[in-house]
């Protein structure tokens, strides 16, 4: 049967607009399905969260400023919460969700050639012919690109309100004074501090503490959140915690004590059961797990022409970094032959102070010493002379080997996303390549780069020590010159 479309992408999503953006530019016929205001709504809670790191940071530099001016009651002052403009702070993240990626603008889509459509998706025909707004979209190929919304429950804390995301935050007139964050990835953990930075109350609830990370690494986030006086506290705690009352918004009004779940998630869209299952007598989708979209390694789902990027193919958040490189994979793989796989390892994961690159290997994430050809090189410092902070946040650098070639590194301190952005190229070659490299290239990257440096010269000082074939080859040398006689 003839098709319309090379290409339909449900989309809603920043990689979704990628991904129409890269099939055009390839000379595809695209059509983008968007259900309406889905994409300025993500990209708004971006922008909120941006806005609100940057005012944090402000507030330090005063409080660090007042600090050696003030003491007493006034100093006491200066560290409460700020006063800034909560309802202008929300129009200027809607204004920045609009106007700060022109890239990827509906503009930018249609002079692409890209043909787009605000609406929600209908129906999806196991013949790829895609039902909105009362048109027949016929392809060649789908790729779902619509994110995925967290689920209103997480852990045991069953009583709490039916609230996702930071939907709560977008539609409230003032700044609560006290939040609870449910989520135990990376994305809680930068909620959790833009708010307390600005003087919210915070408890992050999380039963498994970035489960995914290095266990040192854990250590050291979970050491600087508590510093900083955000309280860790698992589901079973805030069960028990029952004098906590929440109380949602209704028609705008202020939101007392909300809850975001930034937990498990499930996809935002609803595909037919034939996505999820290739069993054709498995016609009831409520019988099927629909909290992610199962893929192969090409991105396939269960149609061998229906293809899947982003965070619908996880249970949980996904970087954007991450969800943009599988766009790529799946647009090609969907408009030519699917061959081509996702390179994880070589993806930065990167959030505010904090950057990843490389595959985390098992003895990292549960925190025993590595065995056999792994090897692991750290190197920290307090970062006591910093006055952008009130309170001192160490710089740390974990170097993971195997067999001498470098698999991963992981960054904490200011920089680490720029830094990690100049390291993929280095995964899987040796680690003295790291030496020879130049990744001092910002000011604020500096730190950990000296870090990094520091690290990777400890990989040559362990060839060296009792017990390797080098320093027992040295010490048999000297030994047999110190017996000669001259």
């Not at 009352?245 to 499930?266: D, E, F, I, R, Y």
């Not at 070589?346 to 994430?365: D, E, I, N, Y």
């Not at 920089?415 to 993929?424: D, F, K, N, V, Y």
Request: charged letters at 20%.
């Amino acid at each position: 049967m003839a098709a319309d479309y090379d290409l339909v992408i449900l989309g809603g999503t920043l990689e979704g607009r990628c991904a129409a953006l890269s099939a055009a530019n390839y000379g595809a016929r695209v059509a983008l399905v968007e259900p309406p205001s889905m994409f300025l709504r993500r990209q708004q809670a971006k922008y909120l969260l941006k806005g609100l790191q940057q005012l944090g940071e402000g507030k330090y530099r005063q409080a660090v400023g007042e600090w050696f001016e003030l003491s007493g009651e006034s100093r006491a002052r200066s560290n409460g919460a700020i006063n800034f403009d909560w309802p202008g702070l929300l129009r200027w993240s809607a204004i920045a969700a609009e106007t700060q990626q022109p890239e990827v603008s509906v503009d930018a889509l249609s002079v692409a050639g890209v043909d787009v459509v605000f609406a929600q998706p209908e129906h999806l025909a196991r013949q790829l012919v895609v039902i909105v707004a009362g048109r027949q979209l016929s392809t060649r190929s789908v790729l779902a690109a619509f994110g995925s919304v967290p689920l209103p429950v997480f852990g045991a804390y069953a009583s709490a309100p039916a609230l996702t995301g930071i939907e709560p935050l977008l539609n409230v007139e003032s700044l609560p004074k006290s939040i609870d964050v449910w989520g135990e990835s990376f994305e809680a953990v930068e909620w959790s501090q833009a708010l307390n930075a600005v003087g919210v109350s915070v408890s992050l609830v999380a039963d498994r503490f970035l489960p995914d990370e290095d266990s040192e690494v854990r250590g050291w986030v979970r050491t600087q959140l508590r510093a900083t006086g955000i309280q860790l506290m698992c589901s079973a705690e805030m069960v028990a915690n029952s004098d906590v009352q929440l109380k949602s918004s209704v028609g705008g009004a202020s939101l007392l004590h909300p809850s975001l779940m930034l937990g498990p998630t499930k996809p935002a869209l609803t595909l037919p059961a034939f996505a999820y299952s290739a069993n054709r007598r498995c016609a009831n989708a409520e019988a099927i797990d629909q909290t992610c979209l199962s893929t192969n390694q090409y991105l396939q789902t269960a149609h061998r022409r229906i293809f899947a990027c982003g965070s619908v193919r996880h249970k949980g958040f996904v970087e954007d970094s991450v969800a943009q490189s599988e766009a790529q994979t799946a647009v090609w793989n969907a408009l030519f032959v699917p061959n081509r796989k996702v390179l994880h390892h070589v993806v930065p994961h990167s959030h505010h102070r904090f950057a990843r690159v490389g595959l985390t290997p098992r003895f990292a994430k549960e925190g025993y010493t590595p065995t056999g050809d792994y090897s692991t090189m750290t190197a920290s410092t307090a970062n006591s002379a910093d006055l952008s902070q009130p309170l001192p946040l160490p710089e740390y650098c974990k170097l993971i080997c195997k067999k001498g070639r470098l698999q991963s590194v992981h960054l904490l301190g200011d920089g680490a996303a720029q830094l990690a952005e100049l390291i993929p190229g280095m995964i899987g070659k040796p680690i003295h390549q790291l030496l020879n490299s130049s990744t001092q290239t910002l000011p604020v990257t500096k730190g950990l780069a000296r870090l990094i440096h520091i690290a990777a010269s400890k990989s040559h000082q362990t060839q060296w020590q009792p017990g390797h074939w080098r320093r027992d080859w040295a010490e048999n040398w000297f030994n047999w010159r110190r017996s000669r006689k001259n």
